[in-house]
Structures are given as structure tokens and as C-alpha cells.
């Protein structure tokens, strides 16, 4: 008999499957795909590690999760700095003194700063009704123009008209010629990919691939005291509430055999309506490879239906309501533990579902964790 059942291998079930172990416990690790780490898996080609499912960039503030990945693997100085395609025009992102240079010829912080203010009051929006008018009012008109609206009607399938506001936010603009996109403490690719994290932790624990948790969920059920379940809560609770939304995406992996360096970035993204993809990835950049070919990546947002692979929760108050029904249910389970991006119904980056994952040991094992939550 095993302590616990892990559905699902990713970041969430390998902490997990990891933490327990070391306490002792025995895991049994379950994936429905024929590999493990759910979507941080890298898959070589031409002895590049290509980011099955989109590019992941590890970055963080907090020190604890810093130190904890370190023990797994060392990572390099990658930094990420993408750039945005426009009609052809190339722009440094995040915003910041380079973009401005290149939009408006300006040289000093106090020029751009007053461009912005200029456009933002011409607009005149006092209350933004939907996110072409929020980003209006957030940096004016040019940015929005040229490096906001037609990537955001890409990834979400809409007019900026008909998409509420509240999806933005905020959008840091920043006045320094800097093109680091995160403000983070730390950041890079770990070597060798994340396999070798996901490797590492899983070493000596009894992992099953291609096994579909609702297949065989009777058999399974019984193989263990507990689970510790990552897949979708909704599926979990058969749709009984309805089924929770979310954003797909489909890749176009291509290896450039002409060329060993593509776009010479490893993120490029294509902000104007026309381009269908929203961005190209080119793999190596990722850790400063020299082999002799390239790889790419298209990255086409995708309606997504039942079935498709689920990439970004639809947090839009239908779907929240719903999940808070199935909440409810999993939060009267004494020996179900449910974690992750997909049981929780949320976008985590990756220091923050590692961050849930020891959260969830310190819990199960009745211990005081250090703060490994942090700052966002
Ligand atoms: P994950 O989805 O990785 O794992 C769940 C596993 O459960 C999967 O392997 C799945 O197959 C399995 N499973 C599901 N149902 C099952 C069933 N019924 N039976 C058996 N197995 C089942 N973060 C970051 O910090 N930096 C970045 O640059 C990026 N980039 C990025 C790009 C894109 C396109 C996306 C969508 C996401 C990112 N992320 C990111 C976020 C990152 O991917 C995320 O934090 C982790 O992958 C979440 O790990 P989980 O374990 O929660 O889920």
C-alpha cells in the first residue's frame, strides 16, 4: 500500500512526490502524457531543448525558492528581454527608455513621460469601459497602437472593444533604459532544461506515464492512503457544477536548417492583427546554444474546447463561481490534497506552484514551513 497516489507530474506532483519521499512516505506518481513534468518539459531536437509547451523562463524574488530549485540544478544567466515585431519596426520590451527612443526619437525620461501624459489626457477617459480604453489611459495611444492591441485581440480571440477592462491591470512602463522584462531578484534556464529538476526529484520514486487517472481511478484509488491530484478539479467532480473555461494554444515546431540563428532572440513577439501567431520562440537563445541548426516555435492562440489542452484559466466571474462550487467540495476531502495550476483553477508561474507544492507538505506533515510563498 502506498501513502499517497500523485496524479500528474508536473512541478506541483514532483515537489510533492519529492518532499514525501524524503519524510519517508511511499509515492506512487501517475501522468496521463508518456513523459514527466507536465508543461516544463523540454523535448531535444537537434540537440536543442525545445519548451514543449511554451517557453519558461524561472525567474523569482524569493530566496528560499531560489535556493530550493539551485539544489536540483544550476541555472544560467539567461534574462529575459523579448522584443516585439511590429509591421517590421523592432521594439524593446518591457516599455522602457529604449522603446521610447525608438517610437518618438525622445533621448530623456522627462520627453517620454510627457508624451504619455500628453496622449493619455487627449484621450480624455475618465472611466475605461473596456481594455482598449483602460490601456488608453494606462500609456496612451502609440503604445497601445503599435505594441498592445493587436497581440491582445490575438490572445484572446476578441476585439479590445468587447474585452472587459479589468484584464489589464496595469502595464509597467518603466524609465530607464533597461530591457530586463522582470523585476525579480533571480532568474535563468536551469542546464540541461527542466527535465534535470524533474529527474532529480523523482529519482527512486515509482512512476507510472501514460495513464489517464480517470481511466482506472477505482483500481487506483485503492493502491493508496491518500492522492495528491493536479489535473482539472472540474473533471474531478464530473463536471457536476459545469465545465471551467480556459485559453488553449497551439505550437508549430520547425527546425531552420539554413540558418543557425533565426531572430536572434530567443522571444519575438508579433504585435500587429495580421501576423496569426502572437509570438516566435527560438529554443537555443534560451541557453546560449551554438549548435549548427535552429529551432522555432509558432505560438497560435487557440479557442479551447473540451478536450484541448487547458493553458490559462478564464478567471471571469462565471467561471470563478463555478470553481468556488467545486472548492467547496474539495475542502470537505480528508484525504484528497489538490494543488497545482489545474485542481486550483489558476495561472501560476513556476516559483509560485513550488512555492503551493512545499506550502502543501508543510501542511500534511504538520511542520512550520519557511515563508516559501514570498513576494509575487
Ligand atoms: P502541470 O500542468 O505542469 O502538471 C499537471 C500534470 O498533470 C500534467 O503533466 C498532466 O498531464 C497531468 N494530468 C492531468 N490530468 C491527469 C489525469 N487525469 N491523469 C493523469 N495525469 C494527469 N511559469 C514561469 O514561471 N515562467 C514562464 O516563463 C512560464 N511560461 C509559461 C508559458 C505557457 C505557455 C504557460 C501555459 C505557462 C507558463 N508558465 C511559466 C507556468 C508554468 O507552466 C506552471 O507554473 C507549471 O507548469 C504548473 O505546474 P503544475 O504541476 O501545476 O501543472
Redesign the pocket.
Known sequence: MYDYLI???????SVFAYEASKRGKKCFL????NHTG???YTESLEDINVHK???????TNNKEIWDYVNRFAEFNRYTNSPIANYKGEIYNLPFNMNTFNKLWGVIRPEEAKKIIEEQKQAAGIKAPKNLEEQAISLVGTDLYEKLIKGYTEKQWGRSAKQLPAFIIKRLPVRFTYDNNYFNDRYQGIPNGGYNVIIEKMLEGIDVRLS????KHREELEQLAKKVVF???ID?YYDYKYGVLEYRS?HFKTKVVEETDNYQGNAVVNYTDKETPYTRIIEHKHLEFGTQAKTVITEEYPKEWKPGDEP??PINDAKNNEIYKKYKQLADQEADVIFG???ATYKY??????IGAALAAVSKEFAETAPDFTGPP
Open positions: 496524479v500528474g507530474s508536473g512541478l506541483f506532483g501517475i501522468d496521463k502524457r507536465g508543461n516544463v509547451y511554451g517557453a519558461h523562463i524561472f525567474h495513464v489517464d487517472f480517470f493536479t489535473g482539472m473533471q494554444l493553458y490559462y497545482g495550476r489545474l501560476y508561474d513556476m516559483h509560485q506552484v
